[in-house]
């Protein structure tokens, strides 16, 4: 597998282009974004990780089979009188305050073993001694879909193994944000040895491939060299800076109204496309961020084939008549808006001039 760190992006970034470019659009520039045709079953099979063995079985459970029963399952979650999926993943849920959807669960003495599932892919869940560890399959949920009822044993002979199918998302007309699956081939079994699994070369609380995947570095617990270790930074790949520009990126976040305080969640991040040094210079408080590159030539494997941003926020527009007036897109599955943002008397003023809802 490609290994991309942070100072090669760095680098990369800083040899091309200038942060006036990085940051503000020019007049008559536009987003040349084309479709890119969905993977081939033997694509996915050529281009994954060398530490991923994937084998065909002779019986499995379909595709179709398993999920029509997440999909009903799902729906079973959240009616009142069901209460299964709580009792049966309490120990993880309450481990991992929700963090992770759950499912193929195995104990194996006093160590218990599950699947998860977040925003950023597929996780190891593992509870041992009272302490929870979570380790990163990269295993891209746009390639790869795991089966929610597991026949086997998910740990046996110092390996993970589990049983799924190759897959290709298909973009649902006039709905955002749900996109729907198709198989490409069932019946197979993704096996990684524990070994590869749970290193963690810098002993940040991060295994080497959930680093490698998002662009932070394994052989160093503080990737921005902070002074704070990664697990407890919020911006980990960038070091904060206090300016007008970042304080503007700041305000447009994304933000949550929970029960959960998310700083506290180790395991989640809401990761944007930007070569902005002033978005990635913010300092979040409510949630950890990672940044990628535009260009796909600067991204990491796992980022160039799996659609891991729910949110965006464009360069700046500077307007022709203020110098303090600039324009700035927003945008999510579902909606866009464009905001007119004026720095007047030290601060921002902010409003939507134009909103699109899907």
């Known amino acids: 597998m490609k290994k991309l760190y942070l100072f090669a992006v760095l680098t990369a970034l800083s040899c091309s282009k200038t942060i006036e470019d990085r940051c503000f659009i020019k007049e008559g520039e536009k987003n040349n974004y084309t479709e890119e045709k969905p993977y081939t079953a033997k694509q996915i099979l050529d281009e994954k990780a060398d530490y991923i063995t994937i084998t065909t079985l002779k019986k499995f459970r379909s595709f179709e089979q398993d999920s029509i029963y997440a999909h009903e399952t799902k729906w079973r979650m959240y009616e009142k009188e069901t209460n299964t999926y709580d009792i049966e993943y309490r120990l993880f849920k309450d481990k991992f305050s929700e963090q992770f959807r759950c499912f193929g669960k195995q104990q194996s003495g006093n160590t218990h073993y599950a699947l998860g599932q977040n925003n950023l892919g597929y996780w190891l869940l593992k509870i041992e001694n009272n302490q929870s560890f979570a380790y990163f399959l990269g295993l891209s949920f746009s390639h790869y879909y795991l089966n929610d009822i597991q026949t086997i044993p998910i740990i046996k002979d110092g390996f993970l ?7 290709q998302i298909i973009k649902v007309p006039g709905l955002p944000g749900h996109d729907d699956y198709s198989a490409l081939e069932d019946g197979k079994l993704f096996k990684i040895s524990l070994k590869d699994l ?3 070369s810098d002993h940040d609380g991060y295994n080497d491939i959930f680093e490698e995947s998002f662009g932070l ?11 704070t270790d990664d697990s407890n930074d919020l911006n980990p790949m960038f070091t904060s800076e206090k300016n007008k520009f970042s304080e503007l990126y700041h305000m447009l976040l994304p933000s949550y109204t929970t029960t959960f305080d998310l700083k506290k969640r180790p395991y989640y991040f809401e990761v944007f496309k930007s070569d902005c040094d002033y978005f990635h210079q913010i300092n979040p408080t409510e949630y950890r961020v990672l940044f990628s590159p535009e260009d796909k030539n600067h991204q990491t494997g796992y980022i160039k084939i799996t659609d891991v941003f729910d949110f965006g926020i464009s360069k700046m527009k500077k307007s022709e008549t203020n110098p303090n007036l600039f324009y700035i897109n927003k945008w999510s599955s579902g909606s866009s808006s464009d905001y ?7 601060k921002w003023e902010v409003e939507i001039v134009s909103q699109t809802v899907s």
């Not at 589990?162 to 897959?167: A, D, H, I, P």
């Not at 394994?218 to 060299?225: A, M």
């Open 161 to 167: 193994q589990v049983e799924g199918s190759l897959v």
């Open 198 to 200: 749970t290193k963690d």
């Open 217 to 227: 570095n394994p052989k160093n617990k503080d990737t921005d060299g902070d002074g």
């Open 340 to 346: 007119a943002a004026e720095y007047k008397n030290g």
